[in-house]
């Protein structure tokens, strides 16, 4: 069974272009997480999705950060415009149902210059 | 989620069992103790989680107080690969009510020594 994949695994974009990641969960798992890593701060959440709908999205920091999972399968995040302190590591999980153990993507690492 | 206190490093010999305390002294009824460990540059990798039974897999042991205000994550057999931050987590389990998100601290650094 495949695990969680991210797309890329590294990008590197100047202030004020936009990216965007892709998360691809467990196949079959409704749950979708979003975290990151800024540096040398600790893992925060960012959302959380369920099938298609946001089931808690308190983590966002702003609107420059817009989450989509359209057809409830893979996930993308979309930084627009990008700032010098989004650079991080951003993971995303997936888990089999509410409350379930969440799995995690190997990250994808975002340097903004 | 309520907080949890673990050290910030410990070394274990490699082959030797690794003990590593986590203390939650506010944890509430309906939540769950989960322990992840992050291995450099990987993503968080799920280790075993528990409600107030000791619990073991192929991984790890979970053993959780009878008041359940501590816990501690037991590596029977330590080796080099399990080098990393561990990091003990409570939250709710599939109760239907409260955030299912995950609250990462600091987390203890292991360092497995050879």
């Known amino acids: 069974e495949a695990g969680v994949t991210q797309f890329p695994s590294h990008s590197v974009i100047e202030k004020g272009q936009t990216v965007t990641l892709r998360c691809d969960p467990i196949s079959g798992h409704d749950n979708l997480y979003w975290y990151r890593r800024v540096m040398g701060k600790e893992i925060k959440f960012l959302l959380h999705?369920?099938?298609?709908?946001?089931?808690?999205e308190s983590g966002m920091p702003n609107n420059r950060f817009l989450a989509e999972r359209t057809g409830g399968t893979y996930s993308t995040l979309k930084v627009q415009p990008a700032e010098l302190e989004d650079s991080g590591v951003y993971f995303c999980?997936?888990?089999?149902?509410?409350?379930?153990?969440?799995?995690f993507g190997p990250g994808t690492r975002l340097t903004v210059t | 989620d309520a907080k949890t206190t673990q050290p910030t490093s410990m070394d274990c010999a490699e082959g030797r069992a690794a003990n590593l305390p986590c203390n939650h002294s506010?944890?509430?009824?309906?939540?769950?103790v989960y322990w992840y460990r992050q291995i450099h540059s990987q993503g968080p990798q799920y280790i075993i989680h528990g409600l107030k039974n000791n619990e073991t897999n192929e991984m790890a042991s979970l053993i959780i107080t009878e008041d359940r205000k501590s816990s501690t994550l037991i590596l029977p057999h330590a080796t080099l690969r399990d080098t990393a931050v561990y990091y003990c987590i409570v939250r709710v389990g599939n109760s239907g009510a409260g955030s299912y998100q995950l609250t990462f601290g600091k987390g203890t650094k292991l360092s497995v020594i050879p």
């Open positions: 999705f369920v099938k298609e709908s946001k089931q808690d």
């Open positions: 999980a997936s888990s089999q149902d509410l409350g379930y153990e969440q799995y």
């Open positions: 506010t944890i509430s009824g309906n939540e769950y």
